[in-house]
């Protein structure tokens, strides 16, 4: 199917780590991405992945590619308040090249003090 | 350098009129893409615009259109708007790689467009 799937919501306490999972569908997917959106604003790149690679590692953020299950997550050390926000995992599912991303819904990630 | 700018960043037309939607991208980007963002789609993809023609084109209505200027701006035209229009369109540019492949998209803030 189309669907590219993220659980809906997480809470954690600040300080702790957050992992945020999603699953996509397309393996032949080149690019993998995560962006971030806070309220009222647009979409913010966090970082990407290419799909030969299994991890890939930029400051607090951690991304993780299990290709055979389909499967990417962002691991957030160190989660502050500032983090809290809507986050966004999307395939470049384009065999064109033209760059048409597919979104899941999005995970809303809430940080209490 | 200078982000994605997008105009106006809100807008309140009524149903039946038309709207026009303006993206200016990152100096150098050649690639625009524009995206629907509603609560109940999420995120969808409109179309793709890359040296002033369409390349890819979403699940959508032709009410929904686009064009791309020499200077790589781009503008969204929606006709006849409904109500269930109503959403936040995004604008993404990126670098067009060899072949014209887009690369990483970077997004505007976005013009909230609400339909009464």
């Known amino acids: 199917g189309e669907d590219v799937e993220q659980s809906l919501f997480l809470s954690v306490r600040e300080g702790d780590s957050s992992v945020i999972n999603c699953t996509y569908t397309?393996?032949?997917?080149?690019?993998l991405y995560w962006y971030k959106q806070e309220p009222g604003a647009g979409l913010q790149l966090l970082t990407y992945?290419?799909?030969?690679?299994d991890m890939k590692q930029d400051q607090r953020l951690t991304v993780l590619l299990n290709k055979k299950d389909k499967h990417l997550s962002l691991r957030i050390a160190d989660t502050q308040t500032g983090d809290s926000a809507i986050y966004f995992c999307?395939?470049?599912?384009?065999?064109?090249?033209?760059?048409?991303?597919?979104f899941g819904q999005g995970t809303t990630l809430q940080v209490k003090p | 350098k200078a982000g994605v700018t997008q105009t106006p960043r809100y807008l309140i037309k009524t149903r039946g009129q038309q709207v026009t939607l303006s993206c200016s991208p990152i100096?150098?980007?050649?690639?625009v893409s524009w995206y629907q963002q509603t609560p109940g789609q999420g995120l969808q993809f409109l179309f793709e615009?890359?040296?002033?023609?369409?390349?890819n084109k979403g699940n959508f209505p032709g009410r929904f259109s686009g064009r791309q200027f020499s200077n790589s701006r781009s503008e969204m035209n929606v006709s006849t708007l409904e109500l269930g229009d109503s959403a936040l369109y995004l604008c993404?540019?990126?670098?067009?790689?060899?072949?014209?492949?887009?690369?990483?998209?970077?997004f505007g803030p976005g013009t909230r467009l609400t339909v009464l």
């Open positions: 992945i290419f799909s030969n690679m």
């Open positions: 100096s150098g980007h050649r690639s």
């Open positions: 993404a540019s990126s670098l067009a790689l060899a072949g014209g492949r887009a690369d990483t998209q970077y």
């Open positions: 999307a395939e470049d599912r384009d065999s064109s090249n033209t760059g048409k991303l597919i």
């Open positions: 615009y890359f040296s002033e023609t369409q390349r």
């Open positions: 397309d393996s032949s997917s080149t690019y």
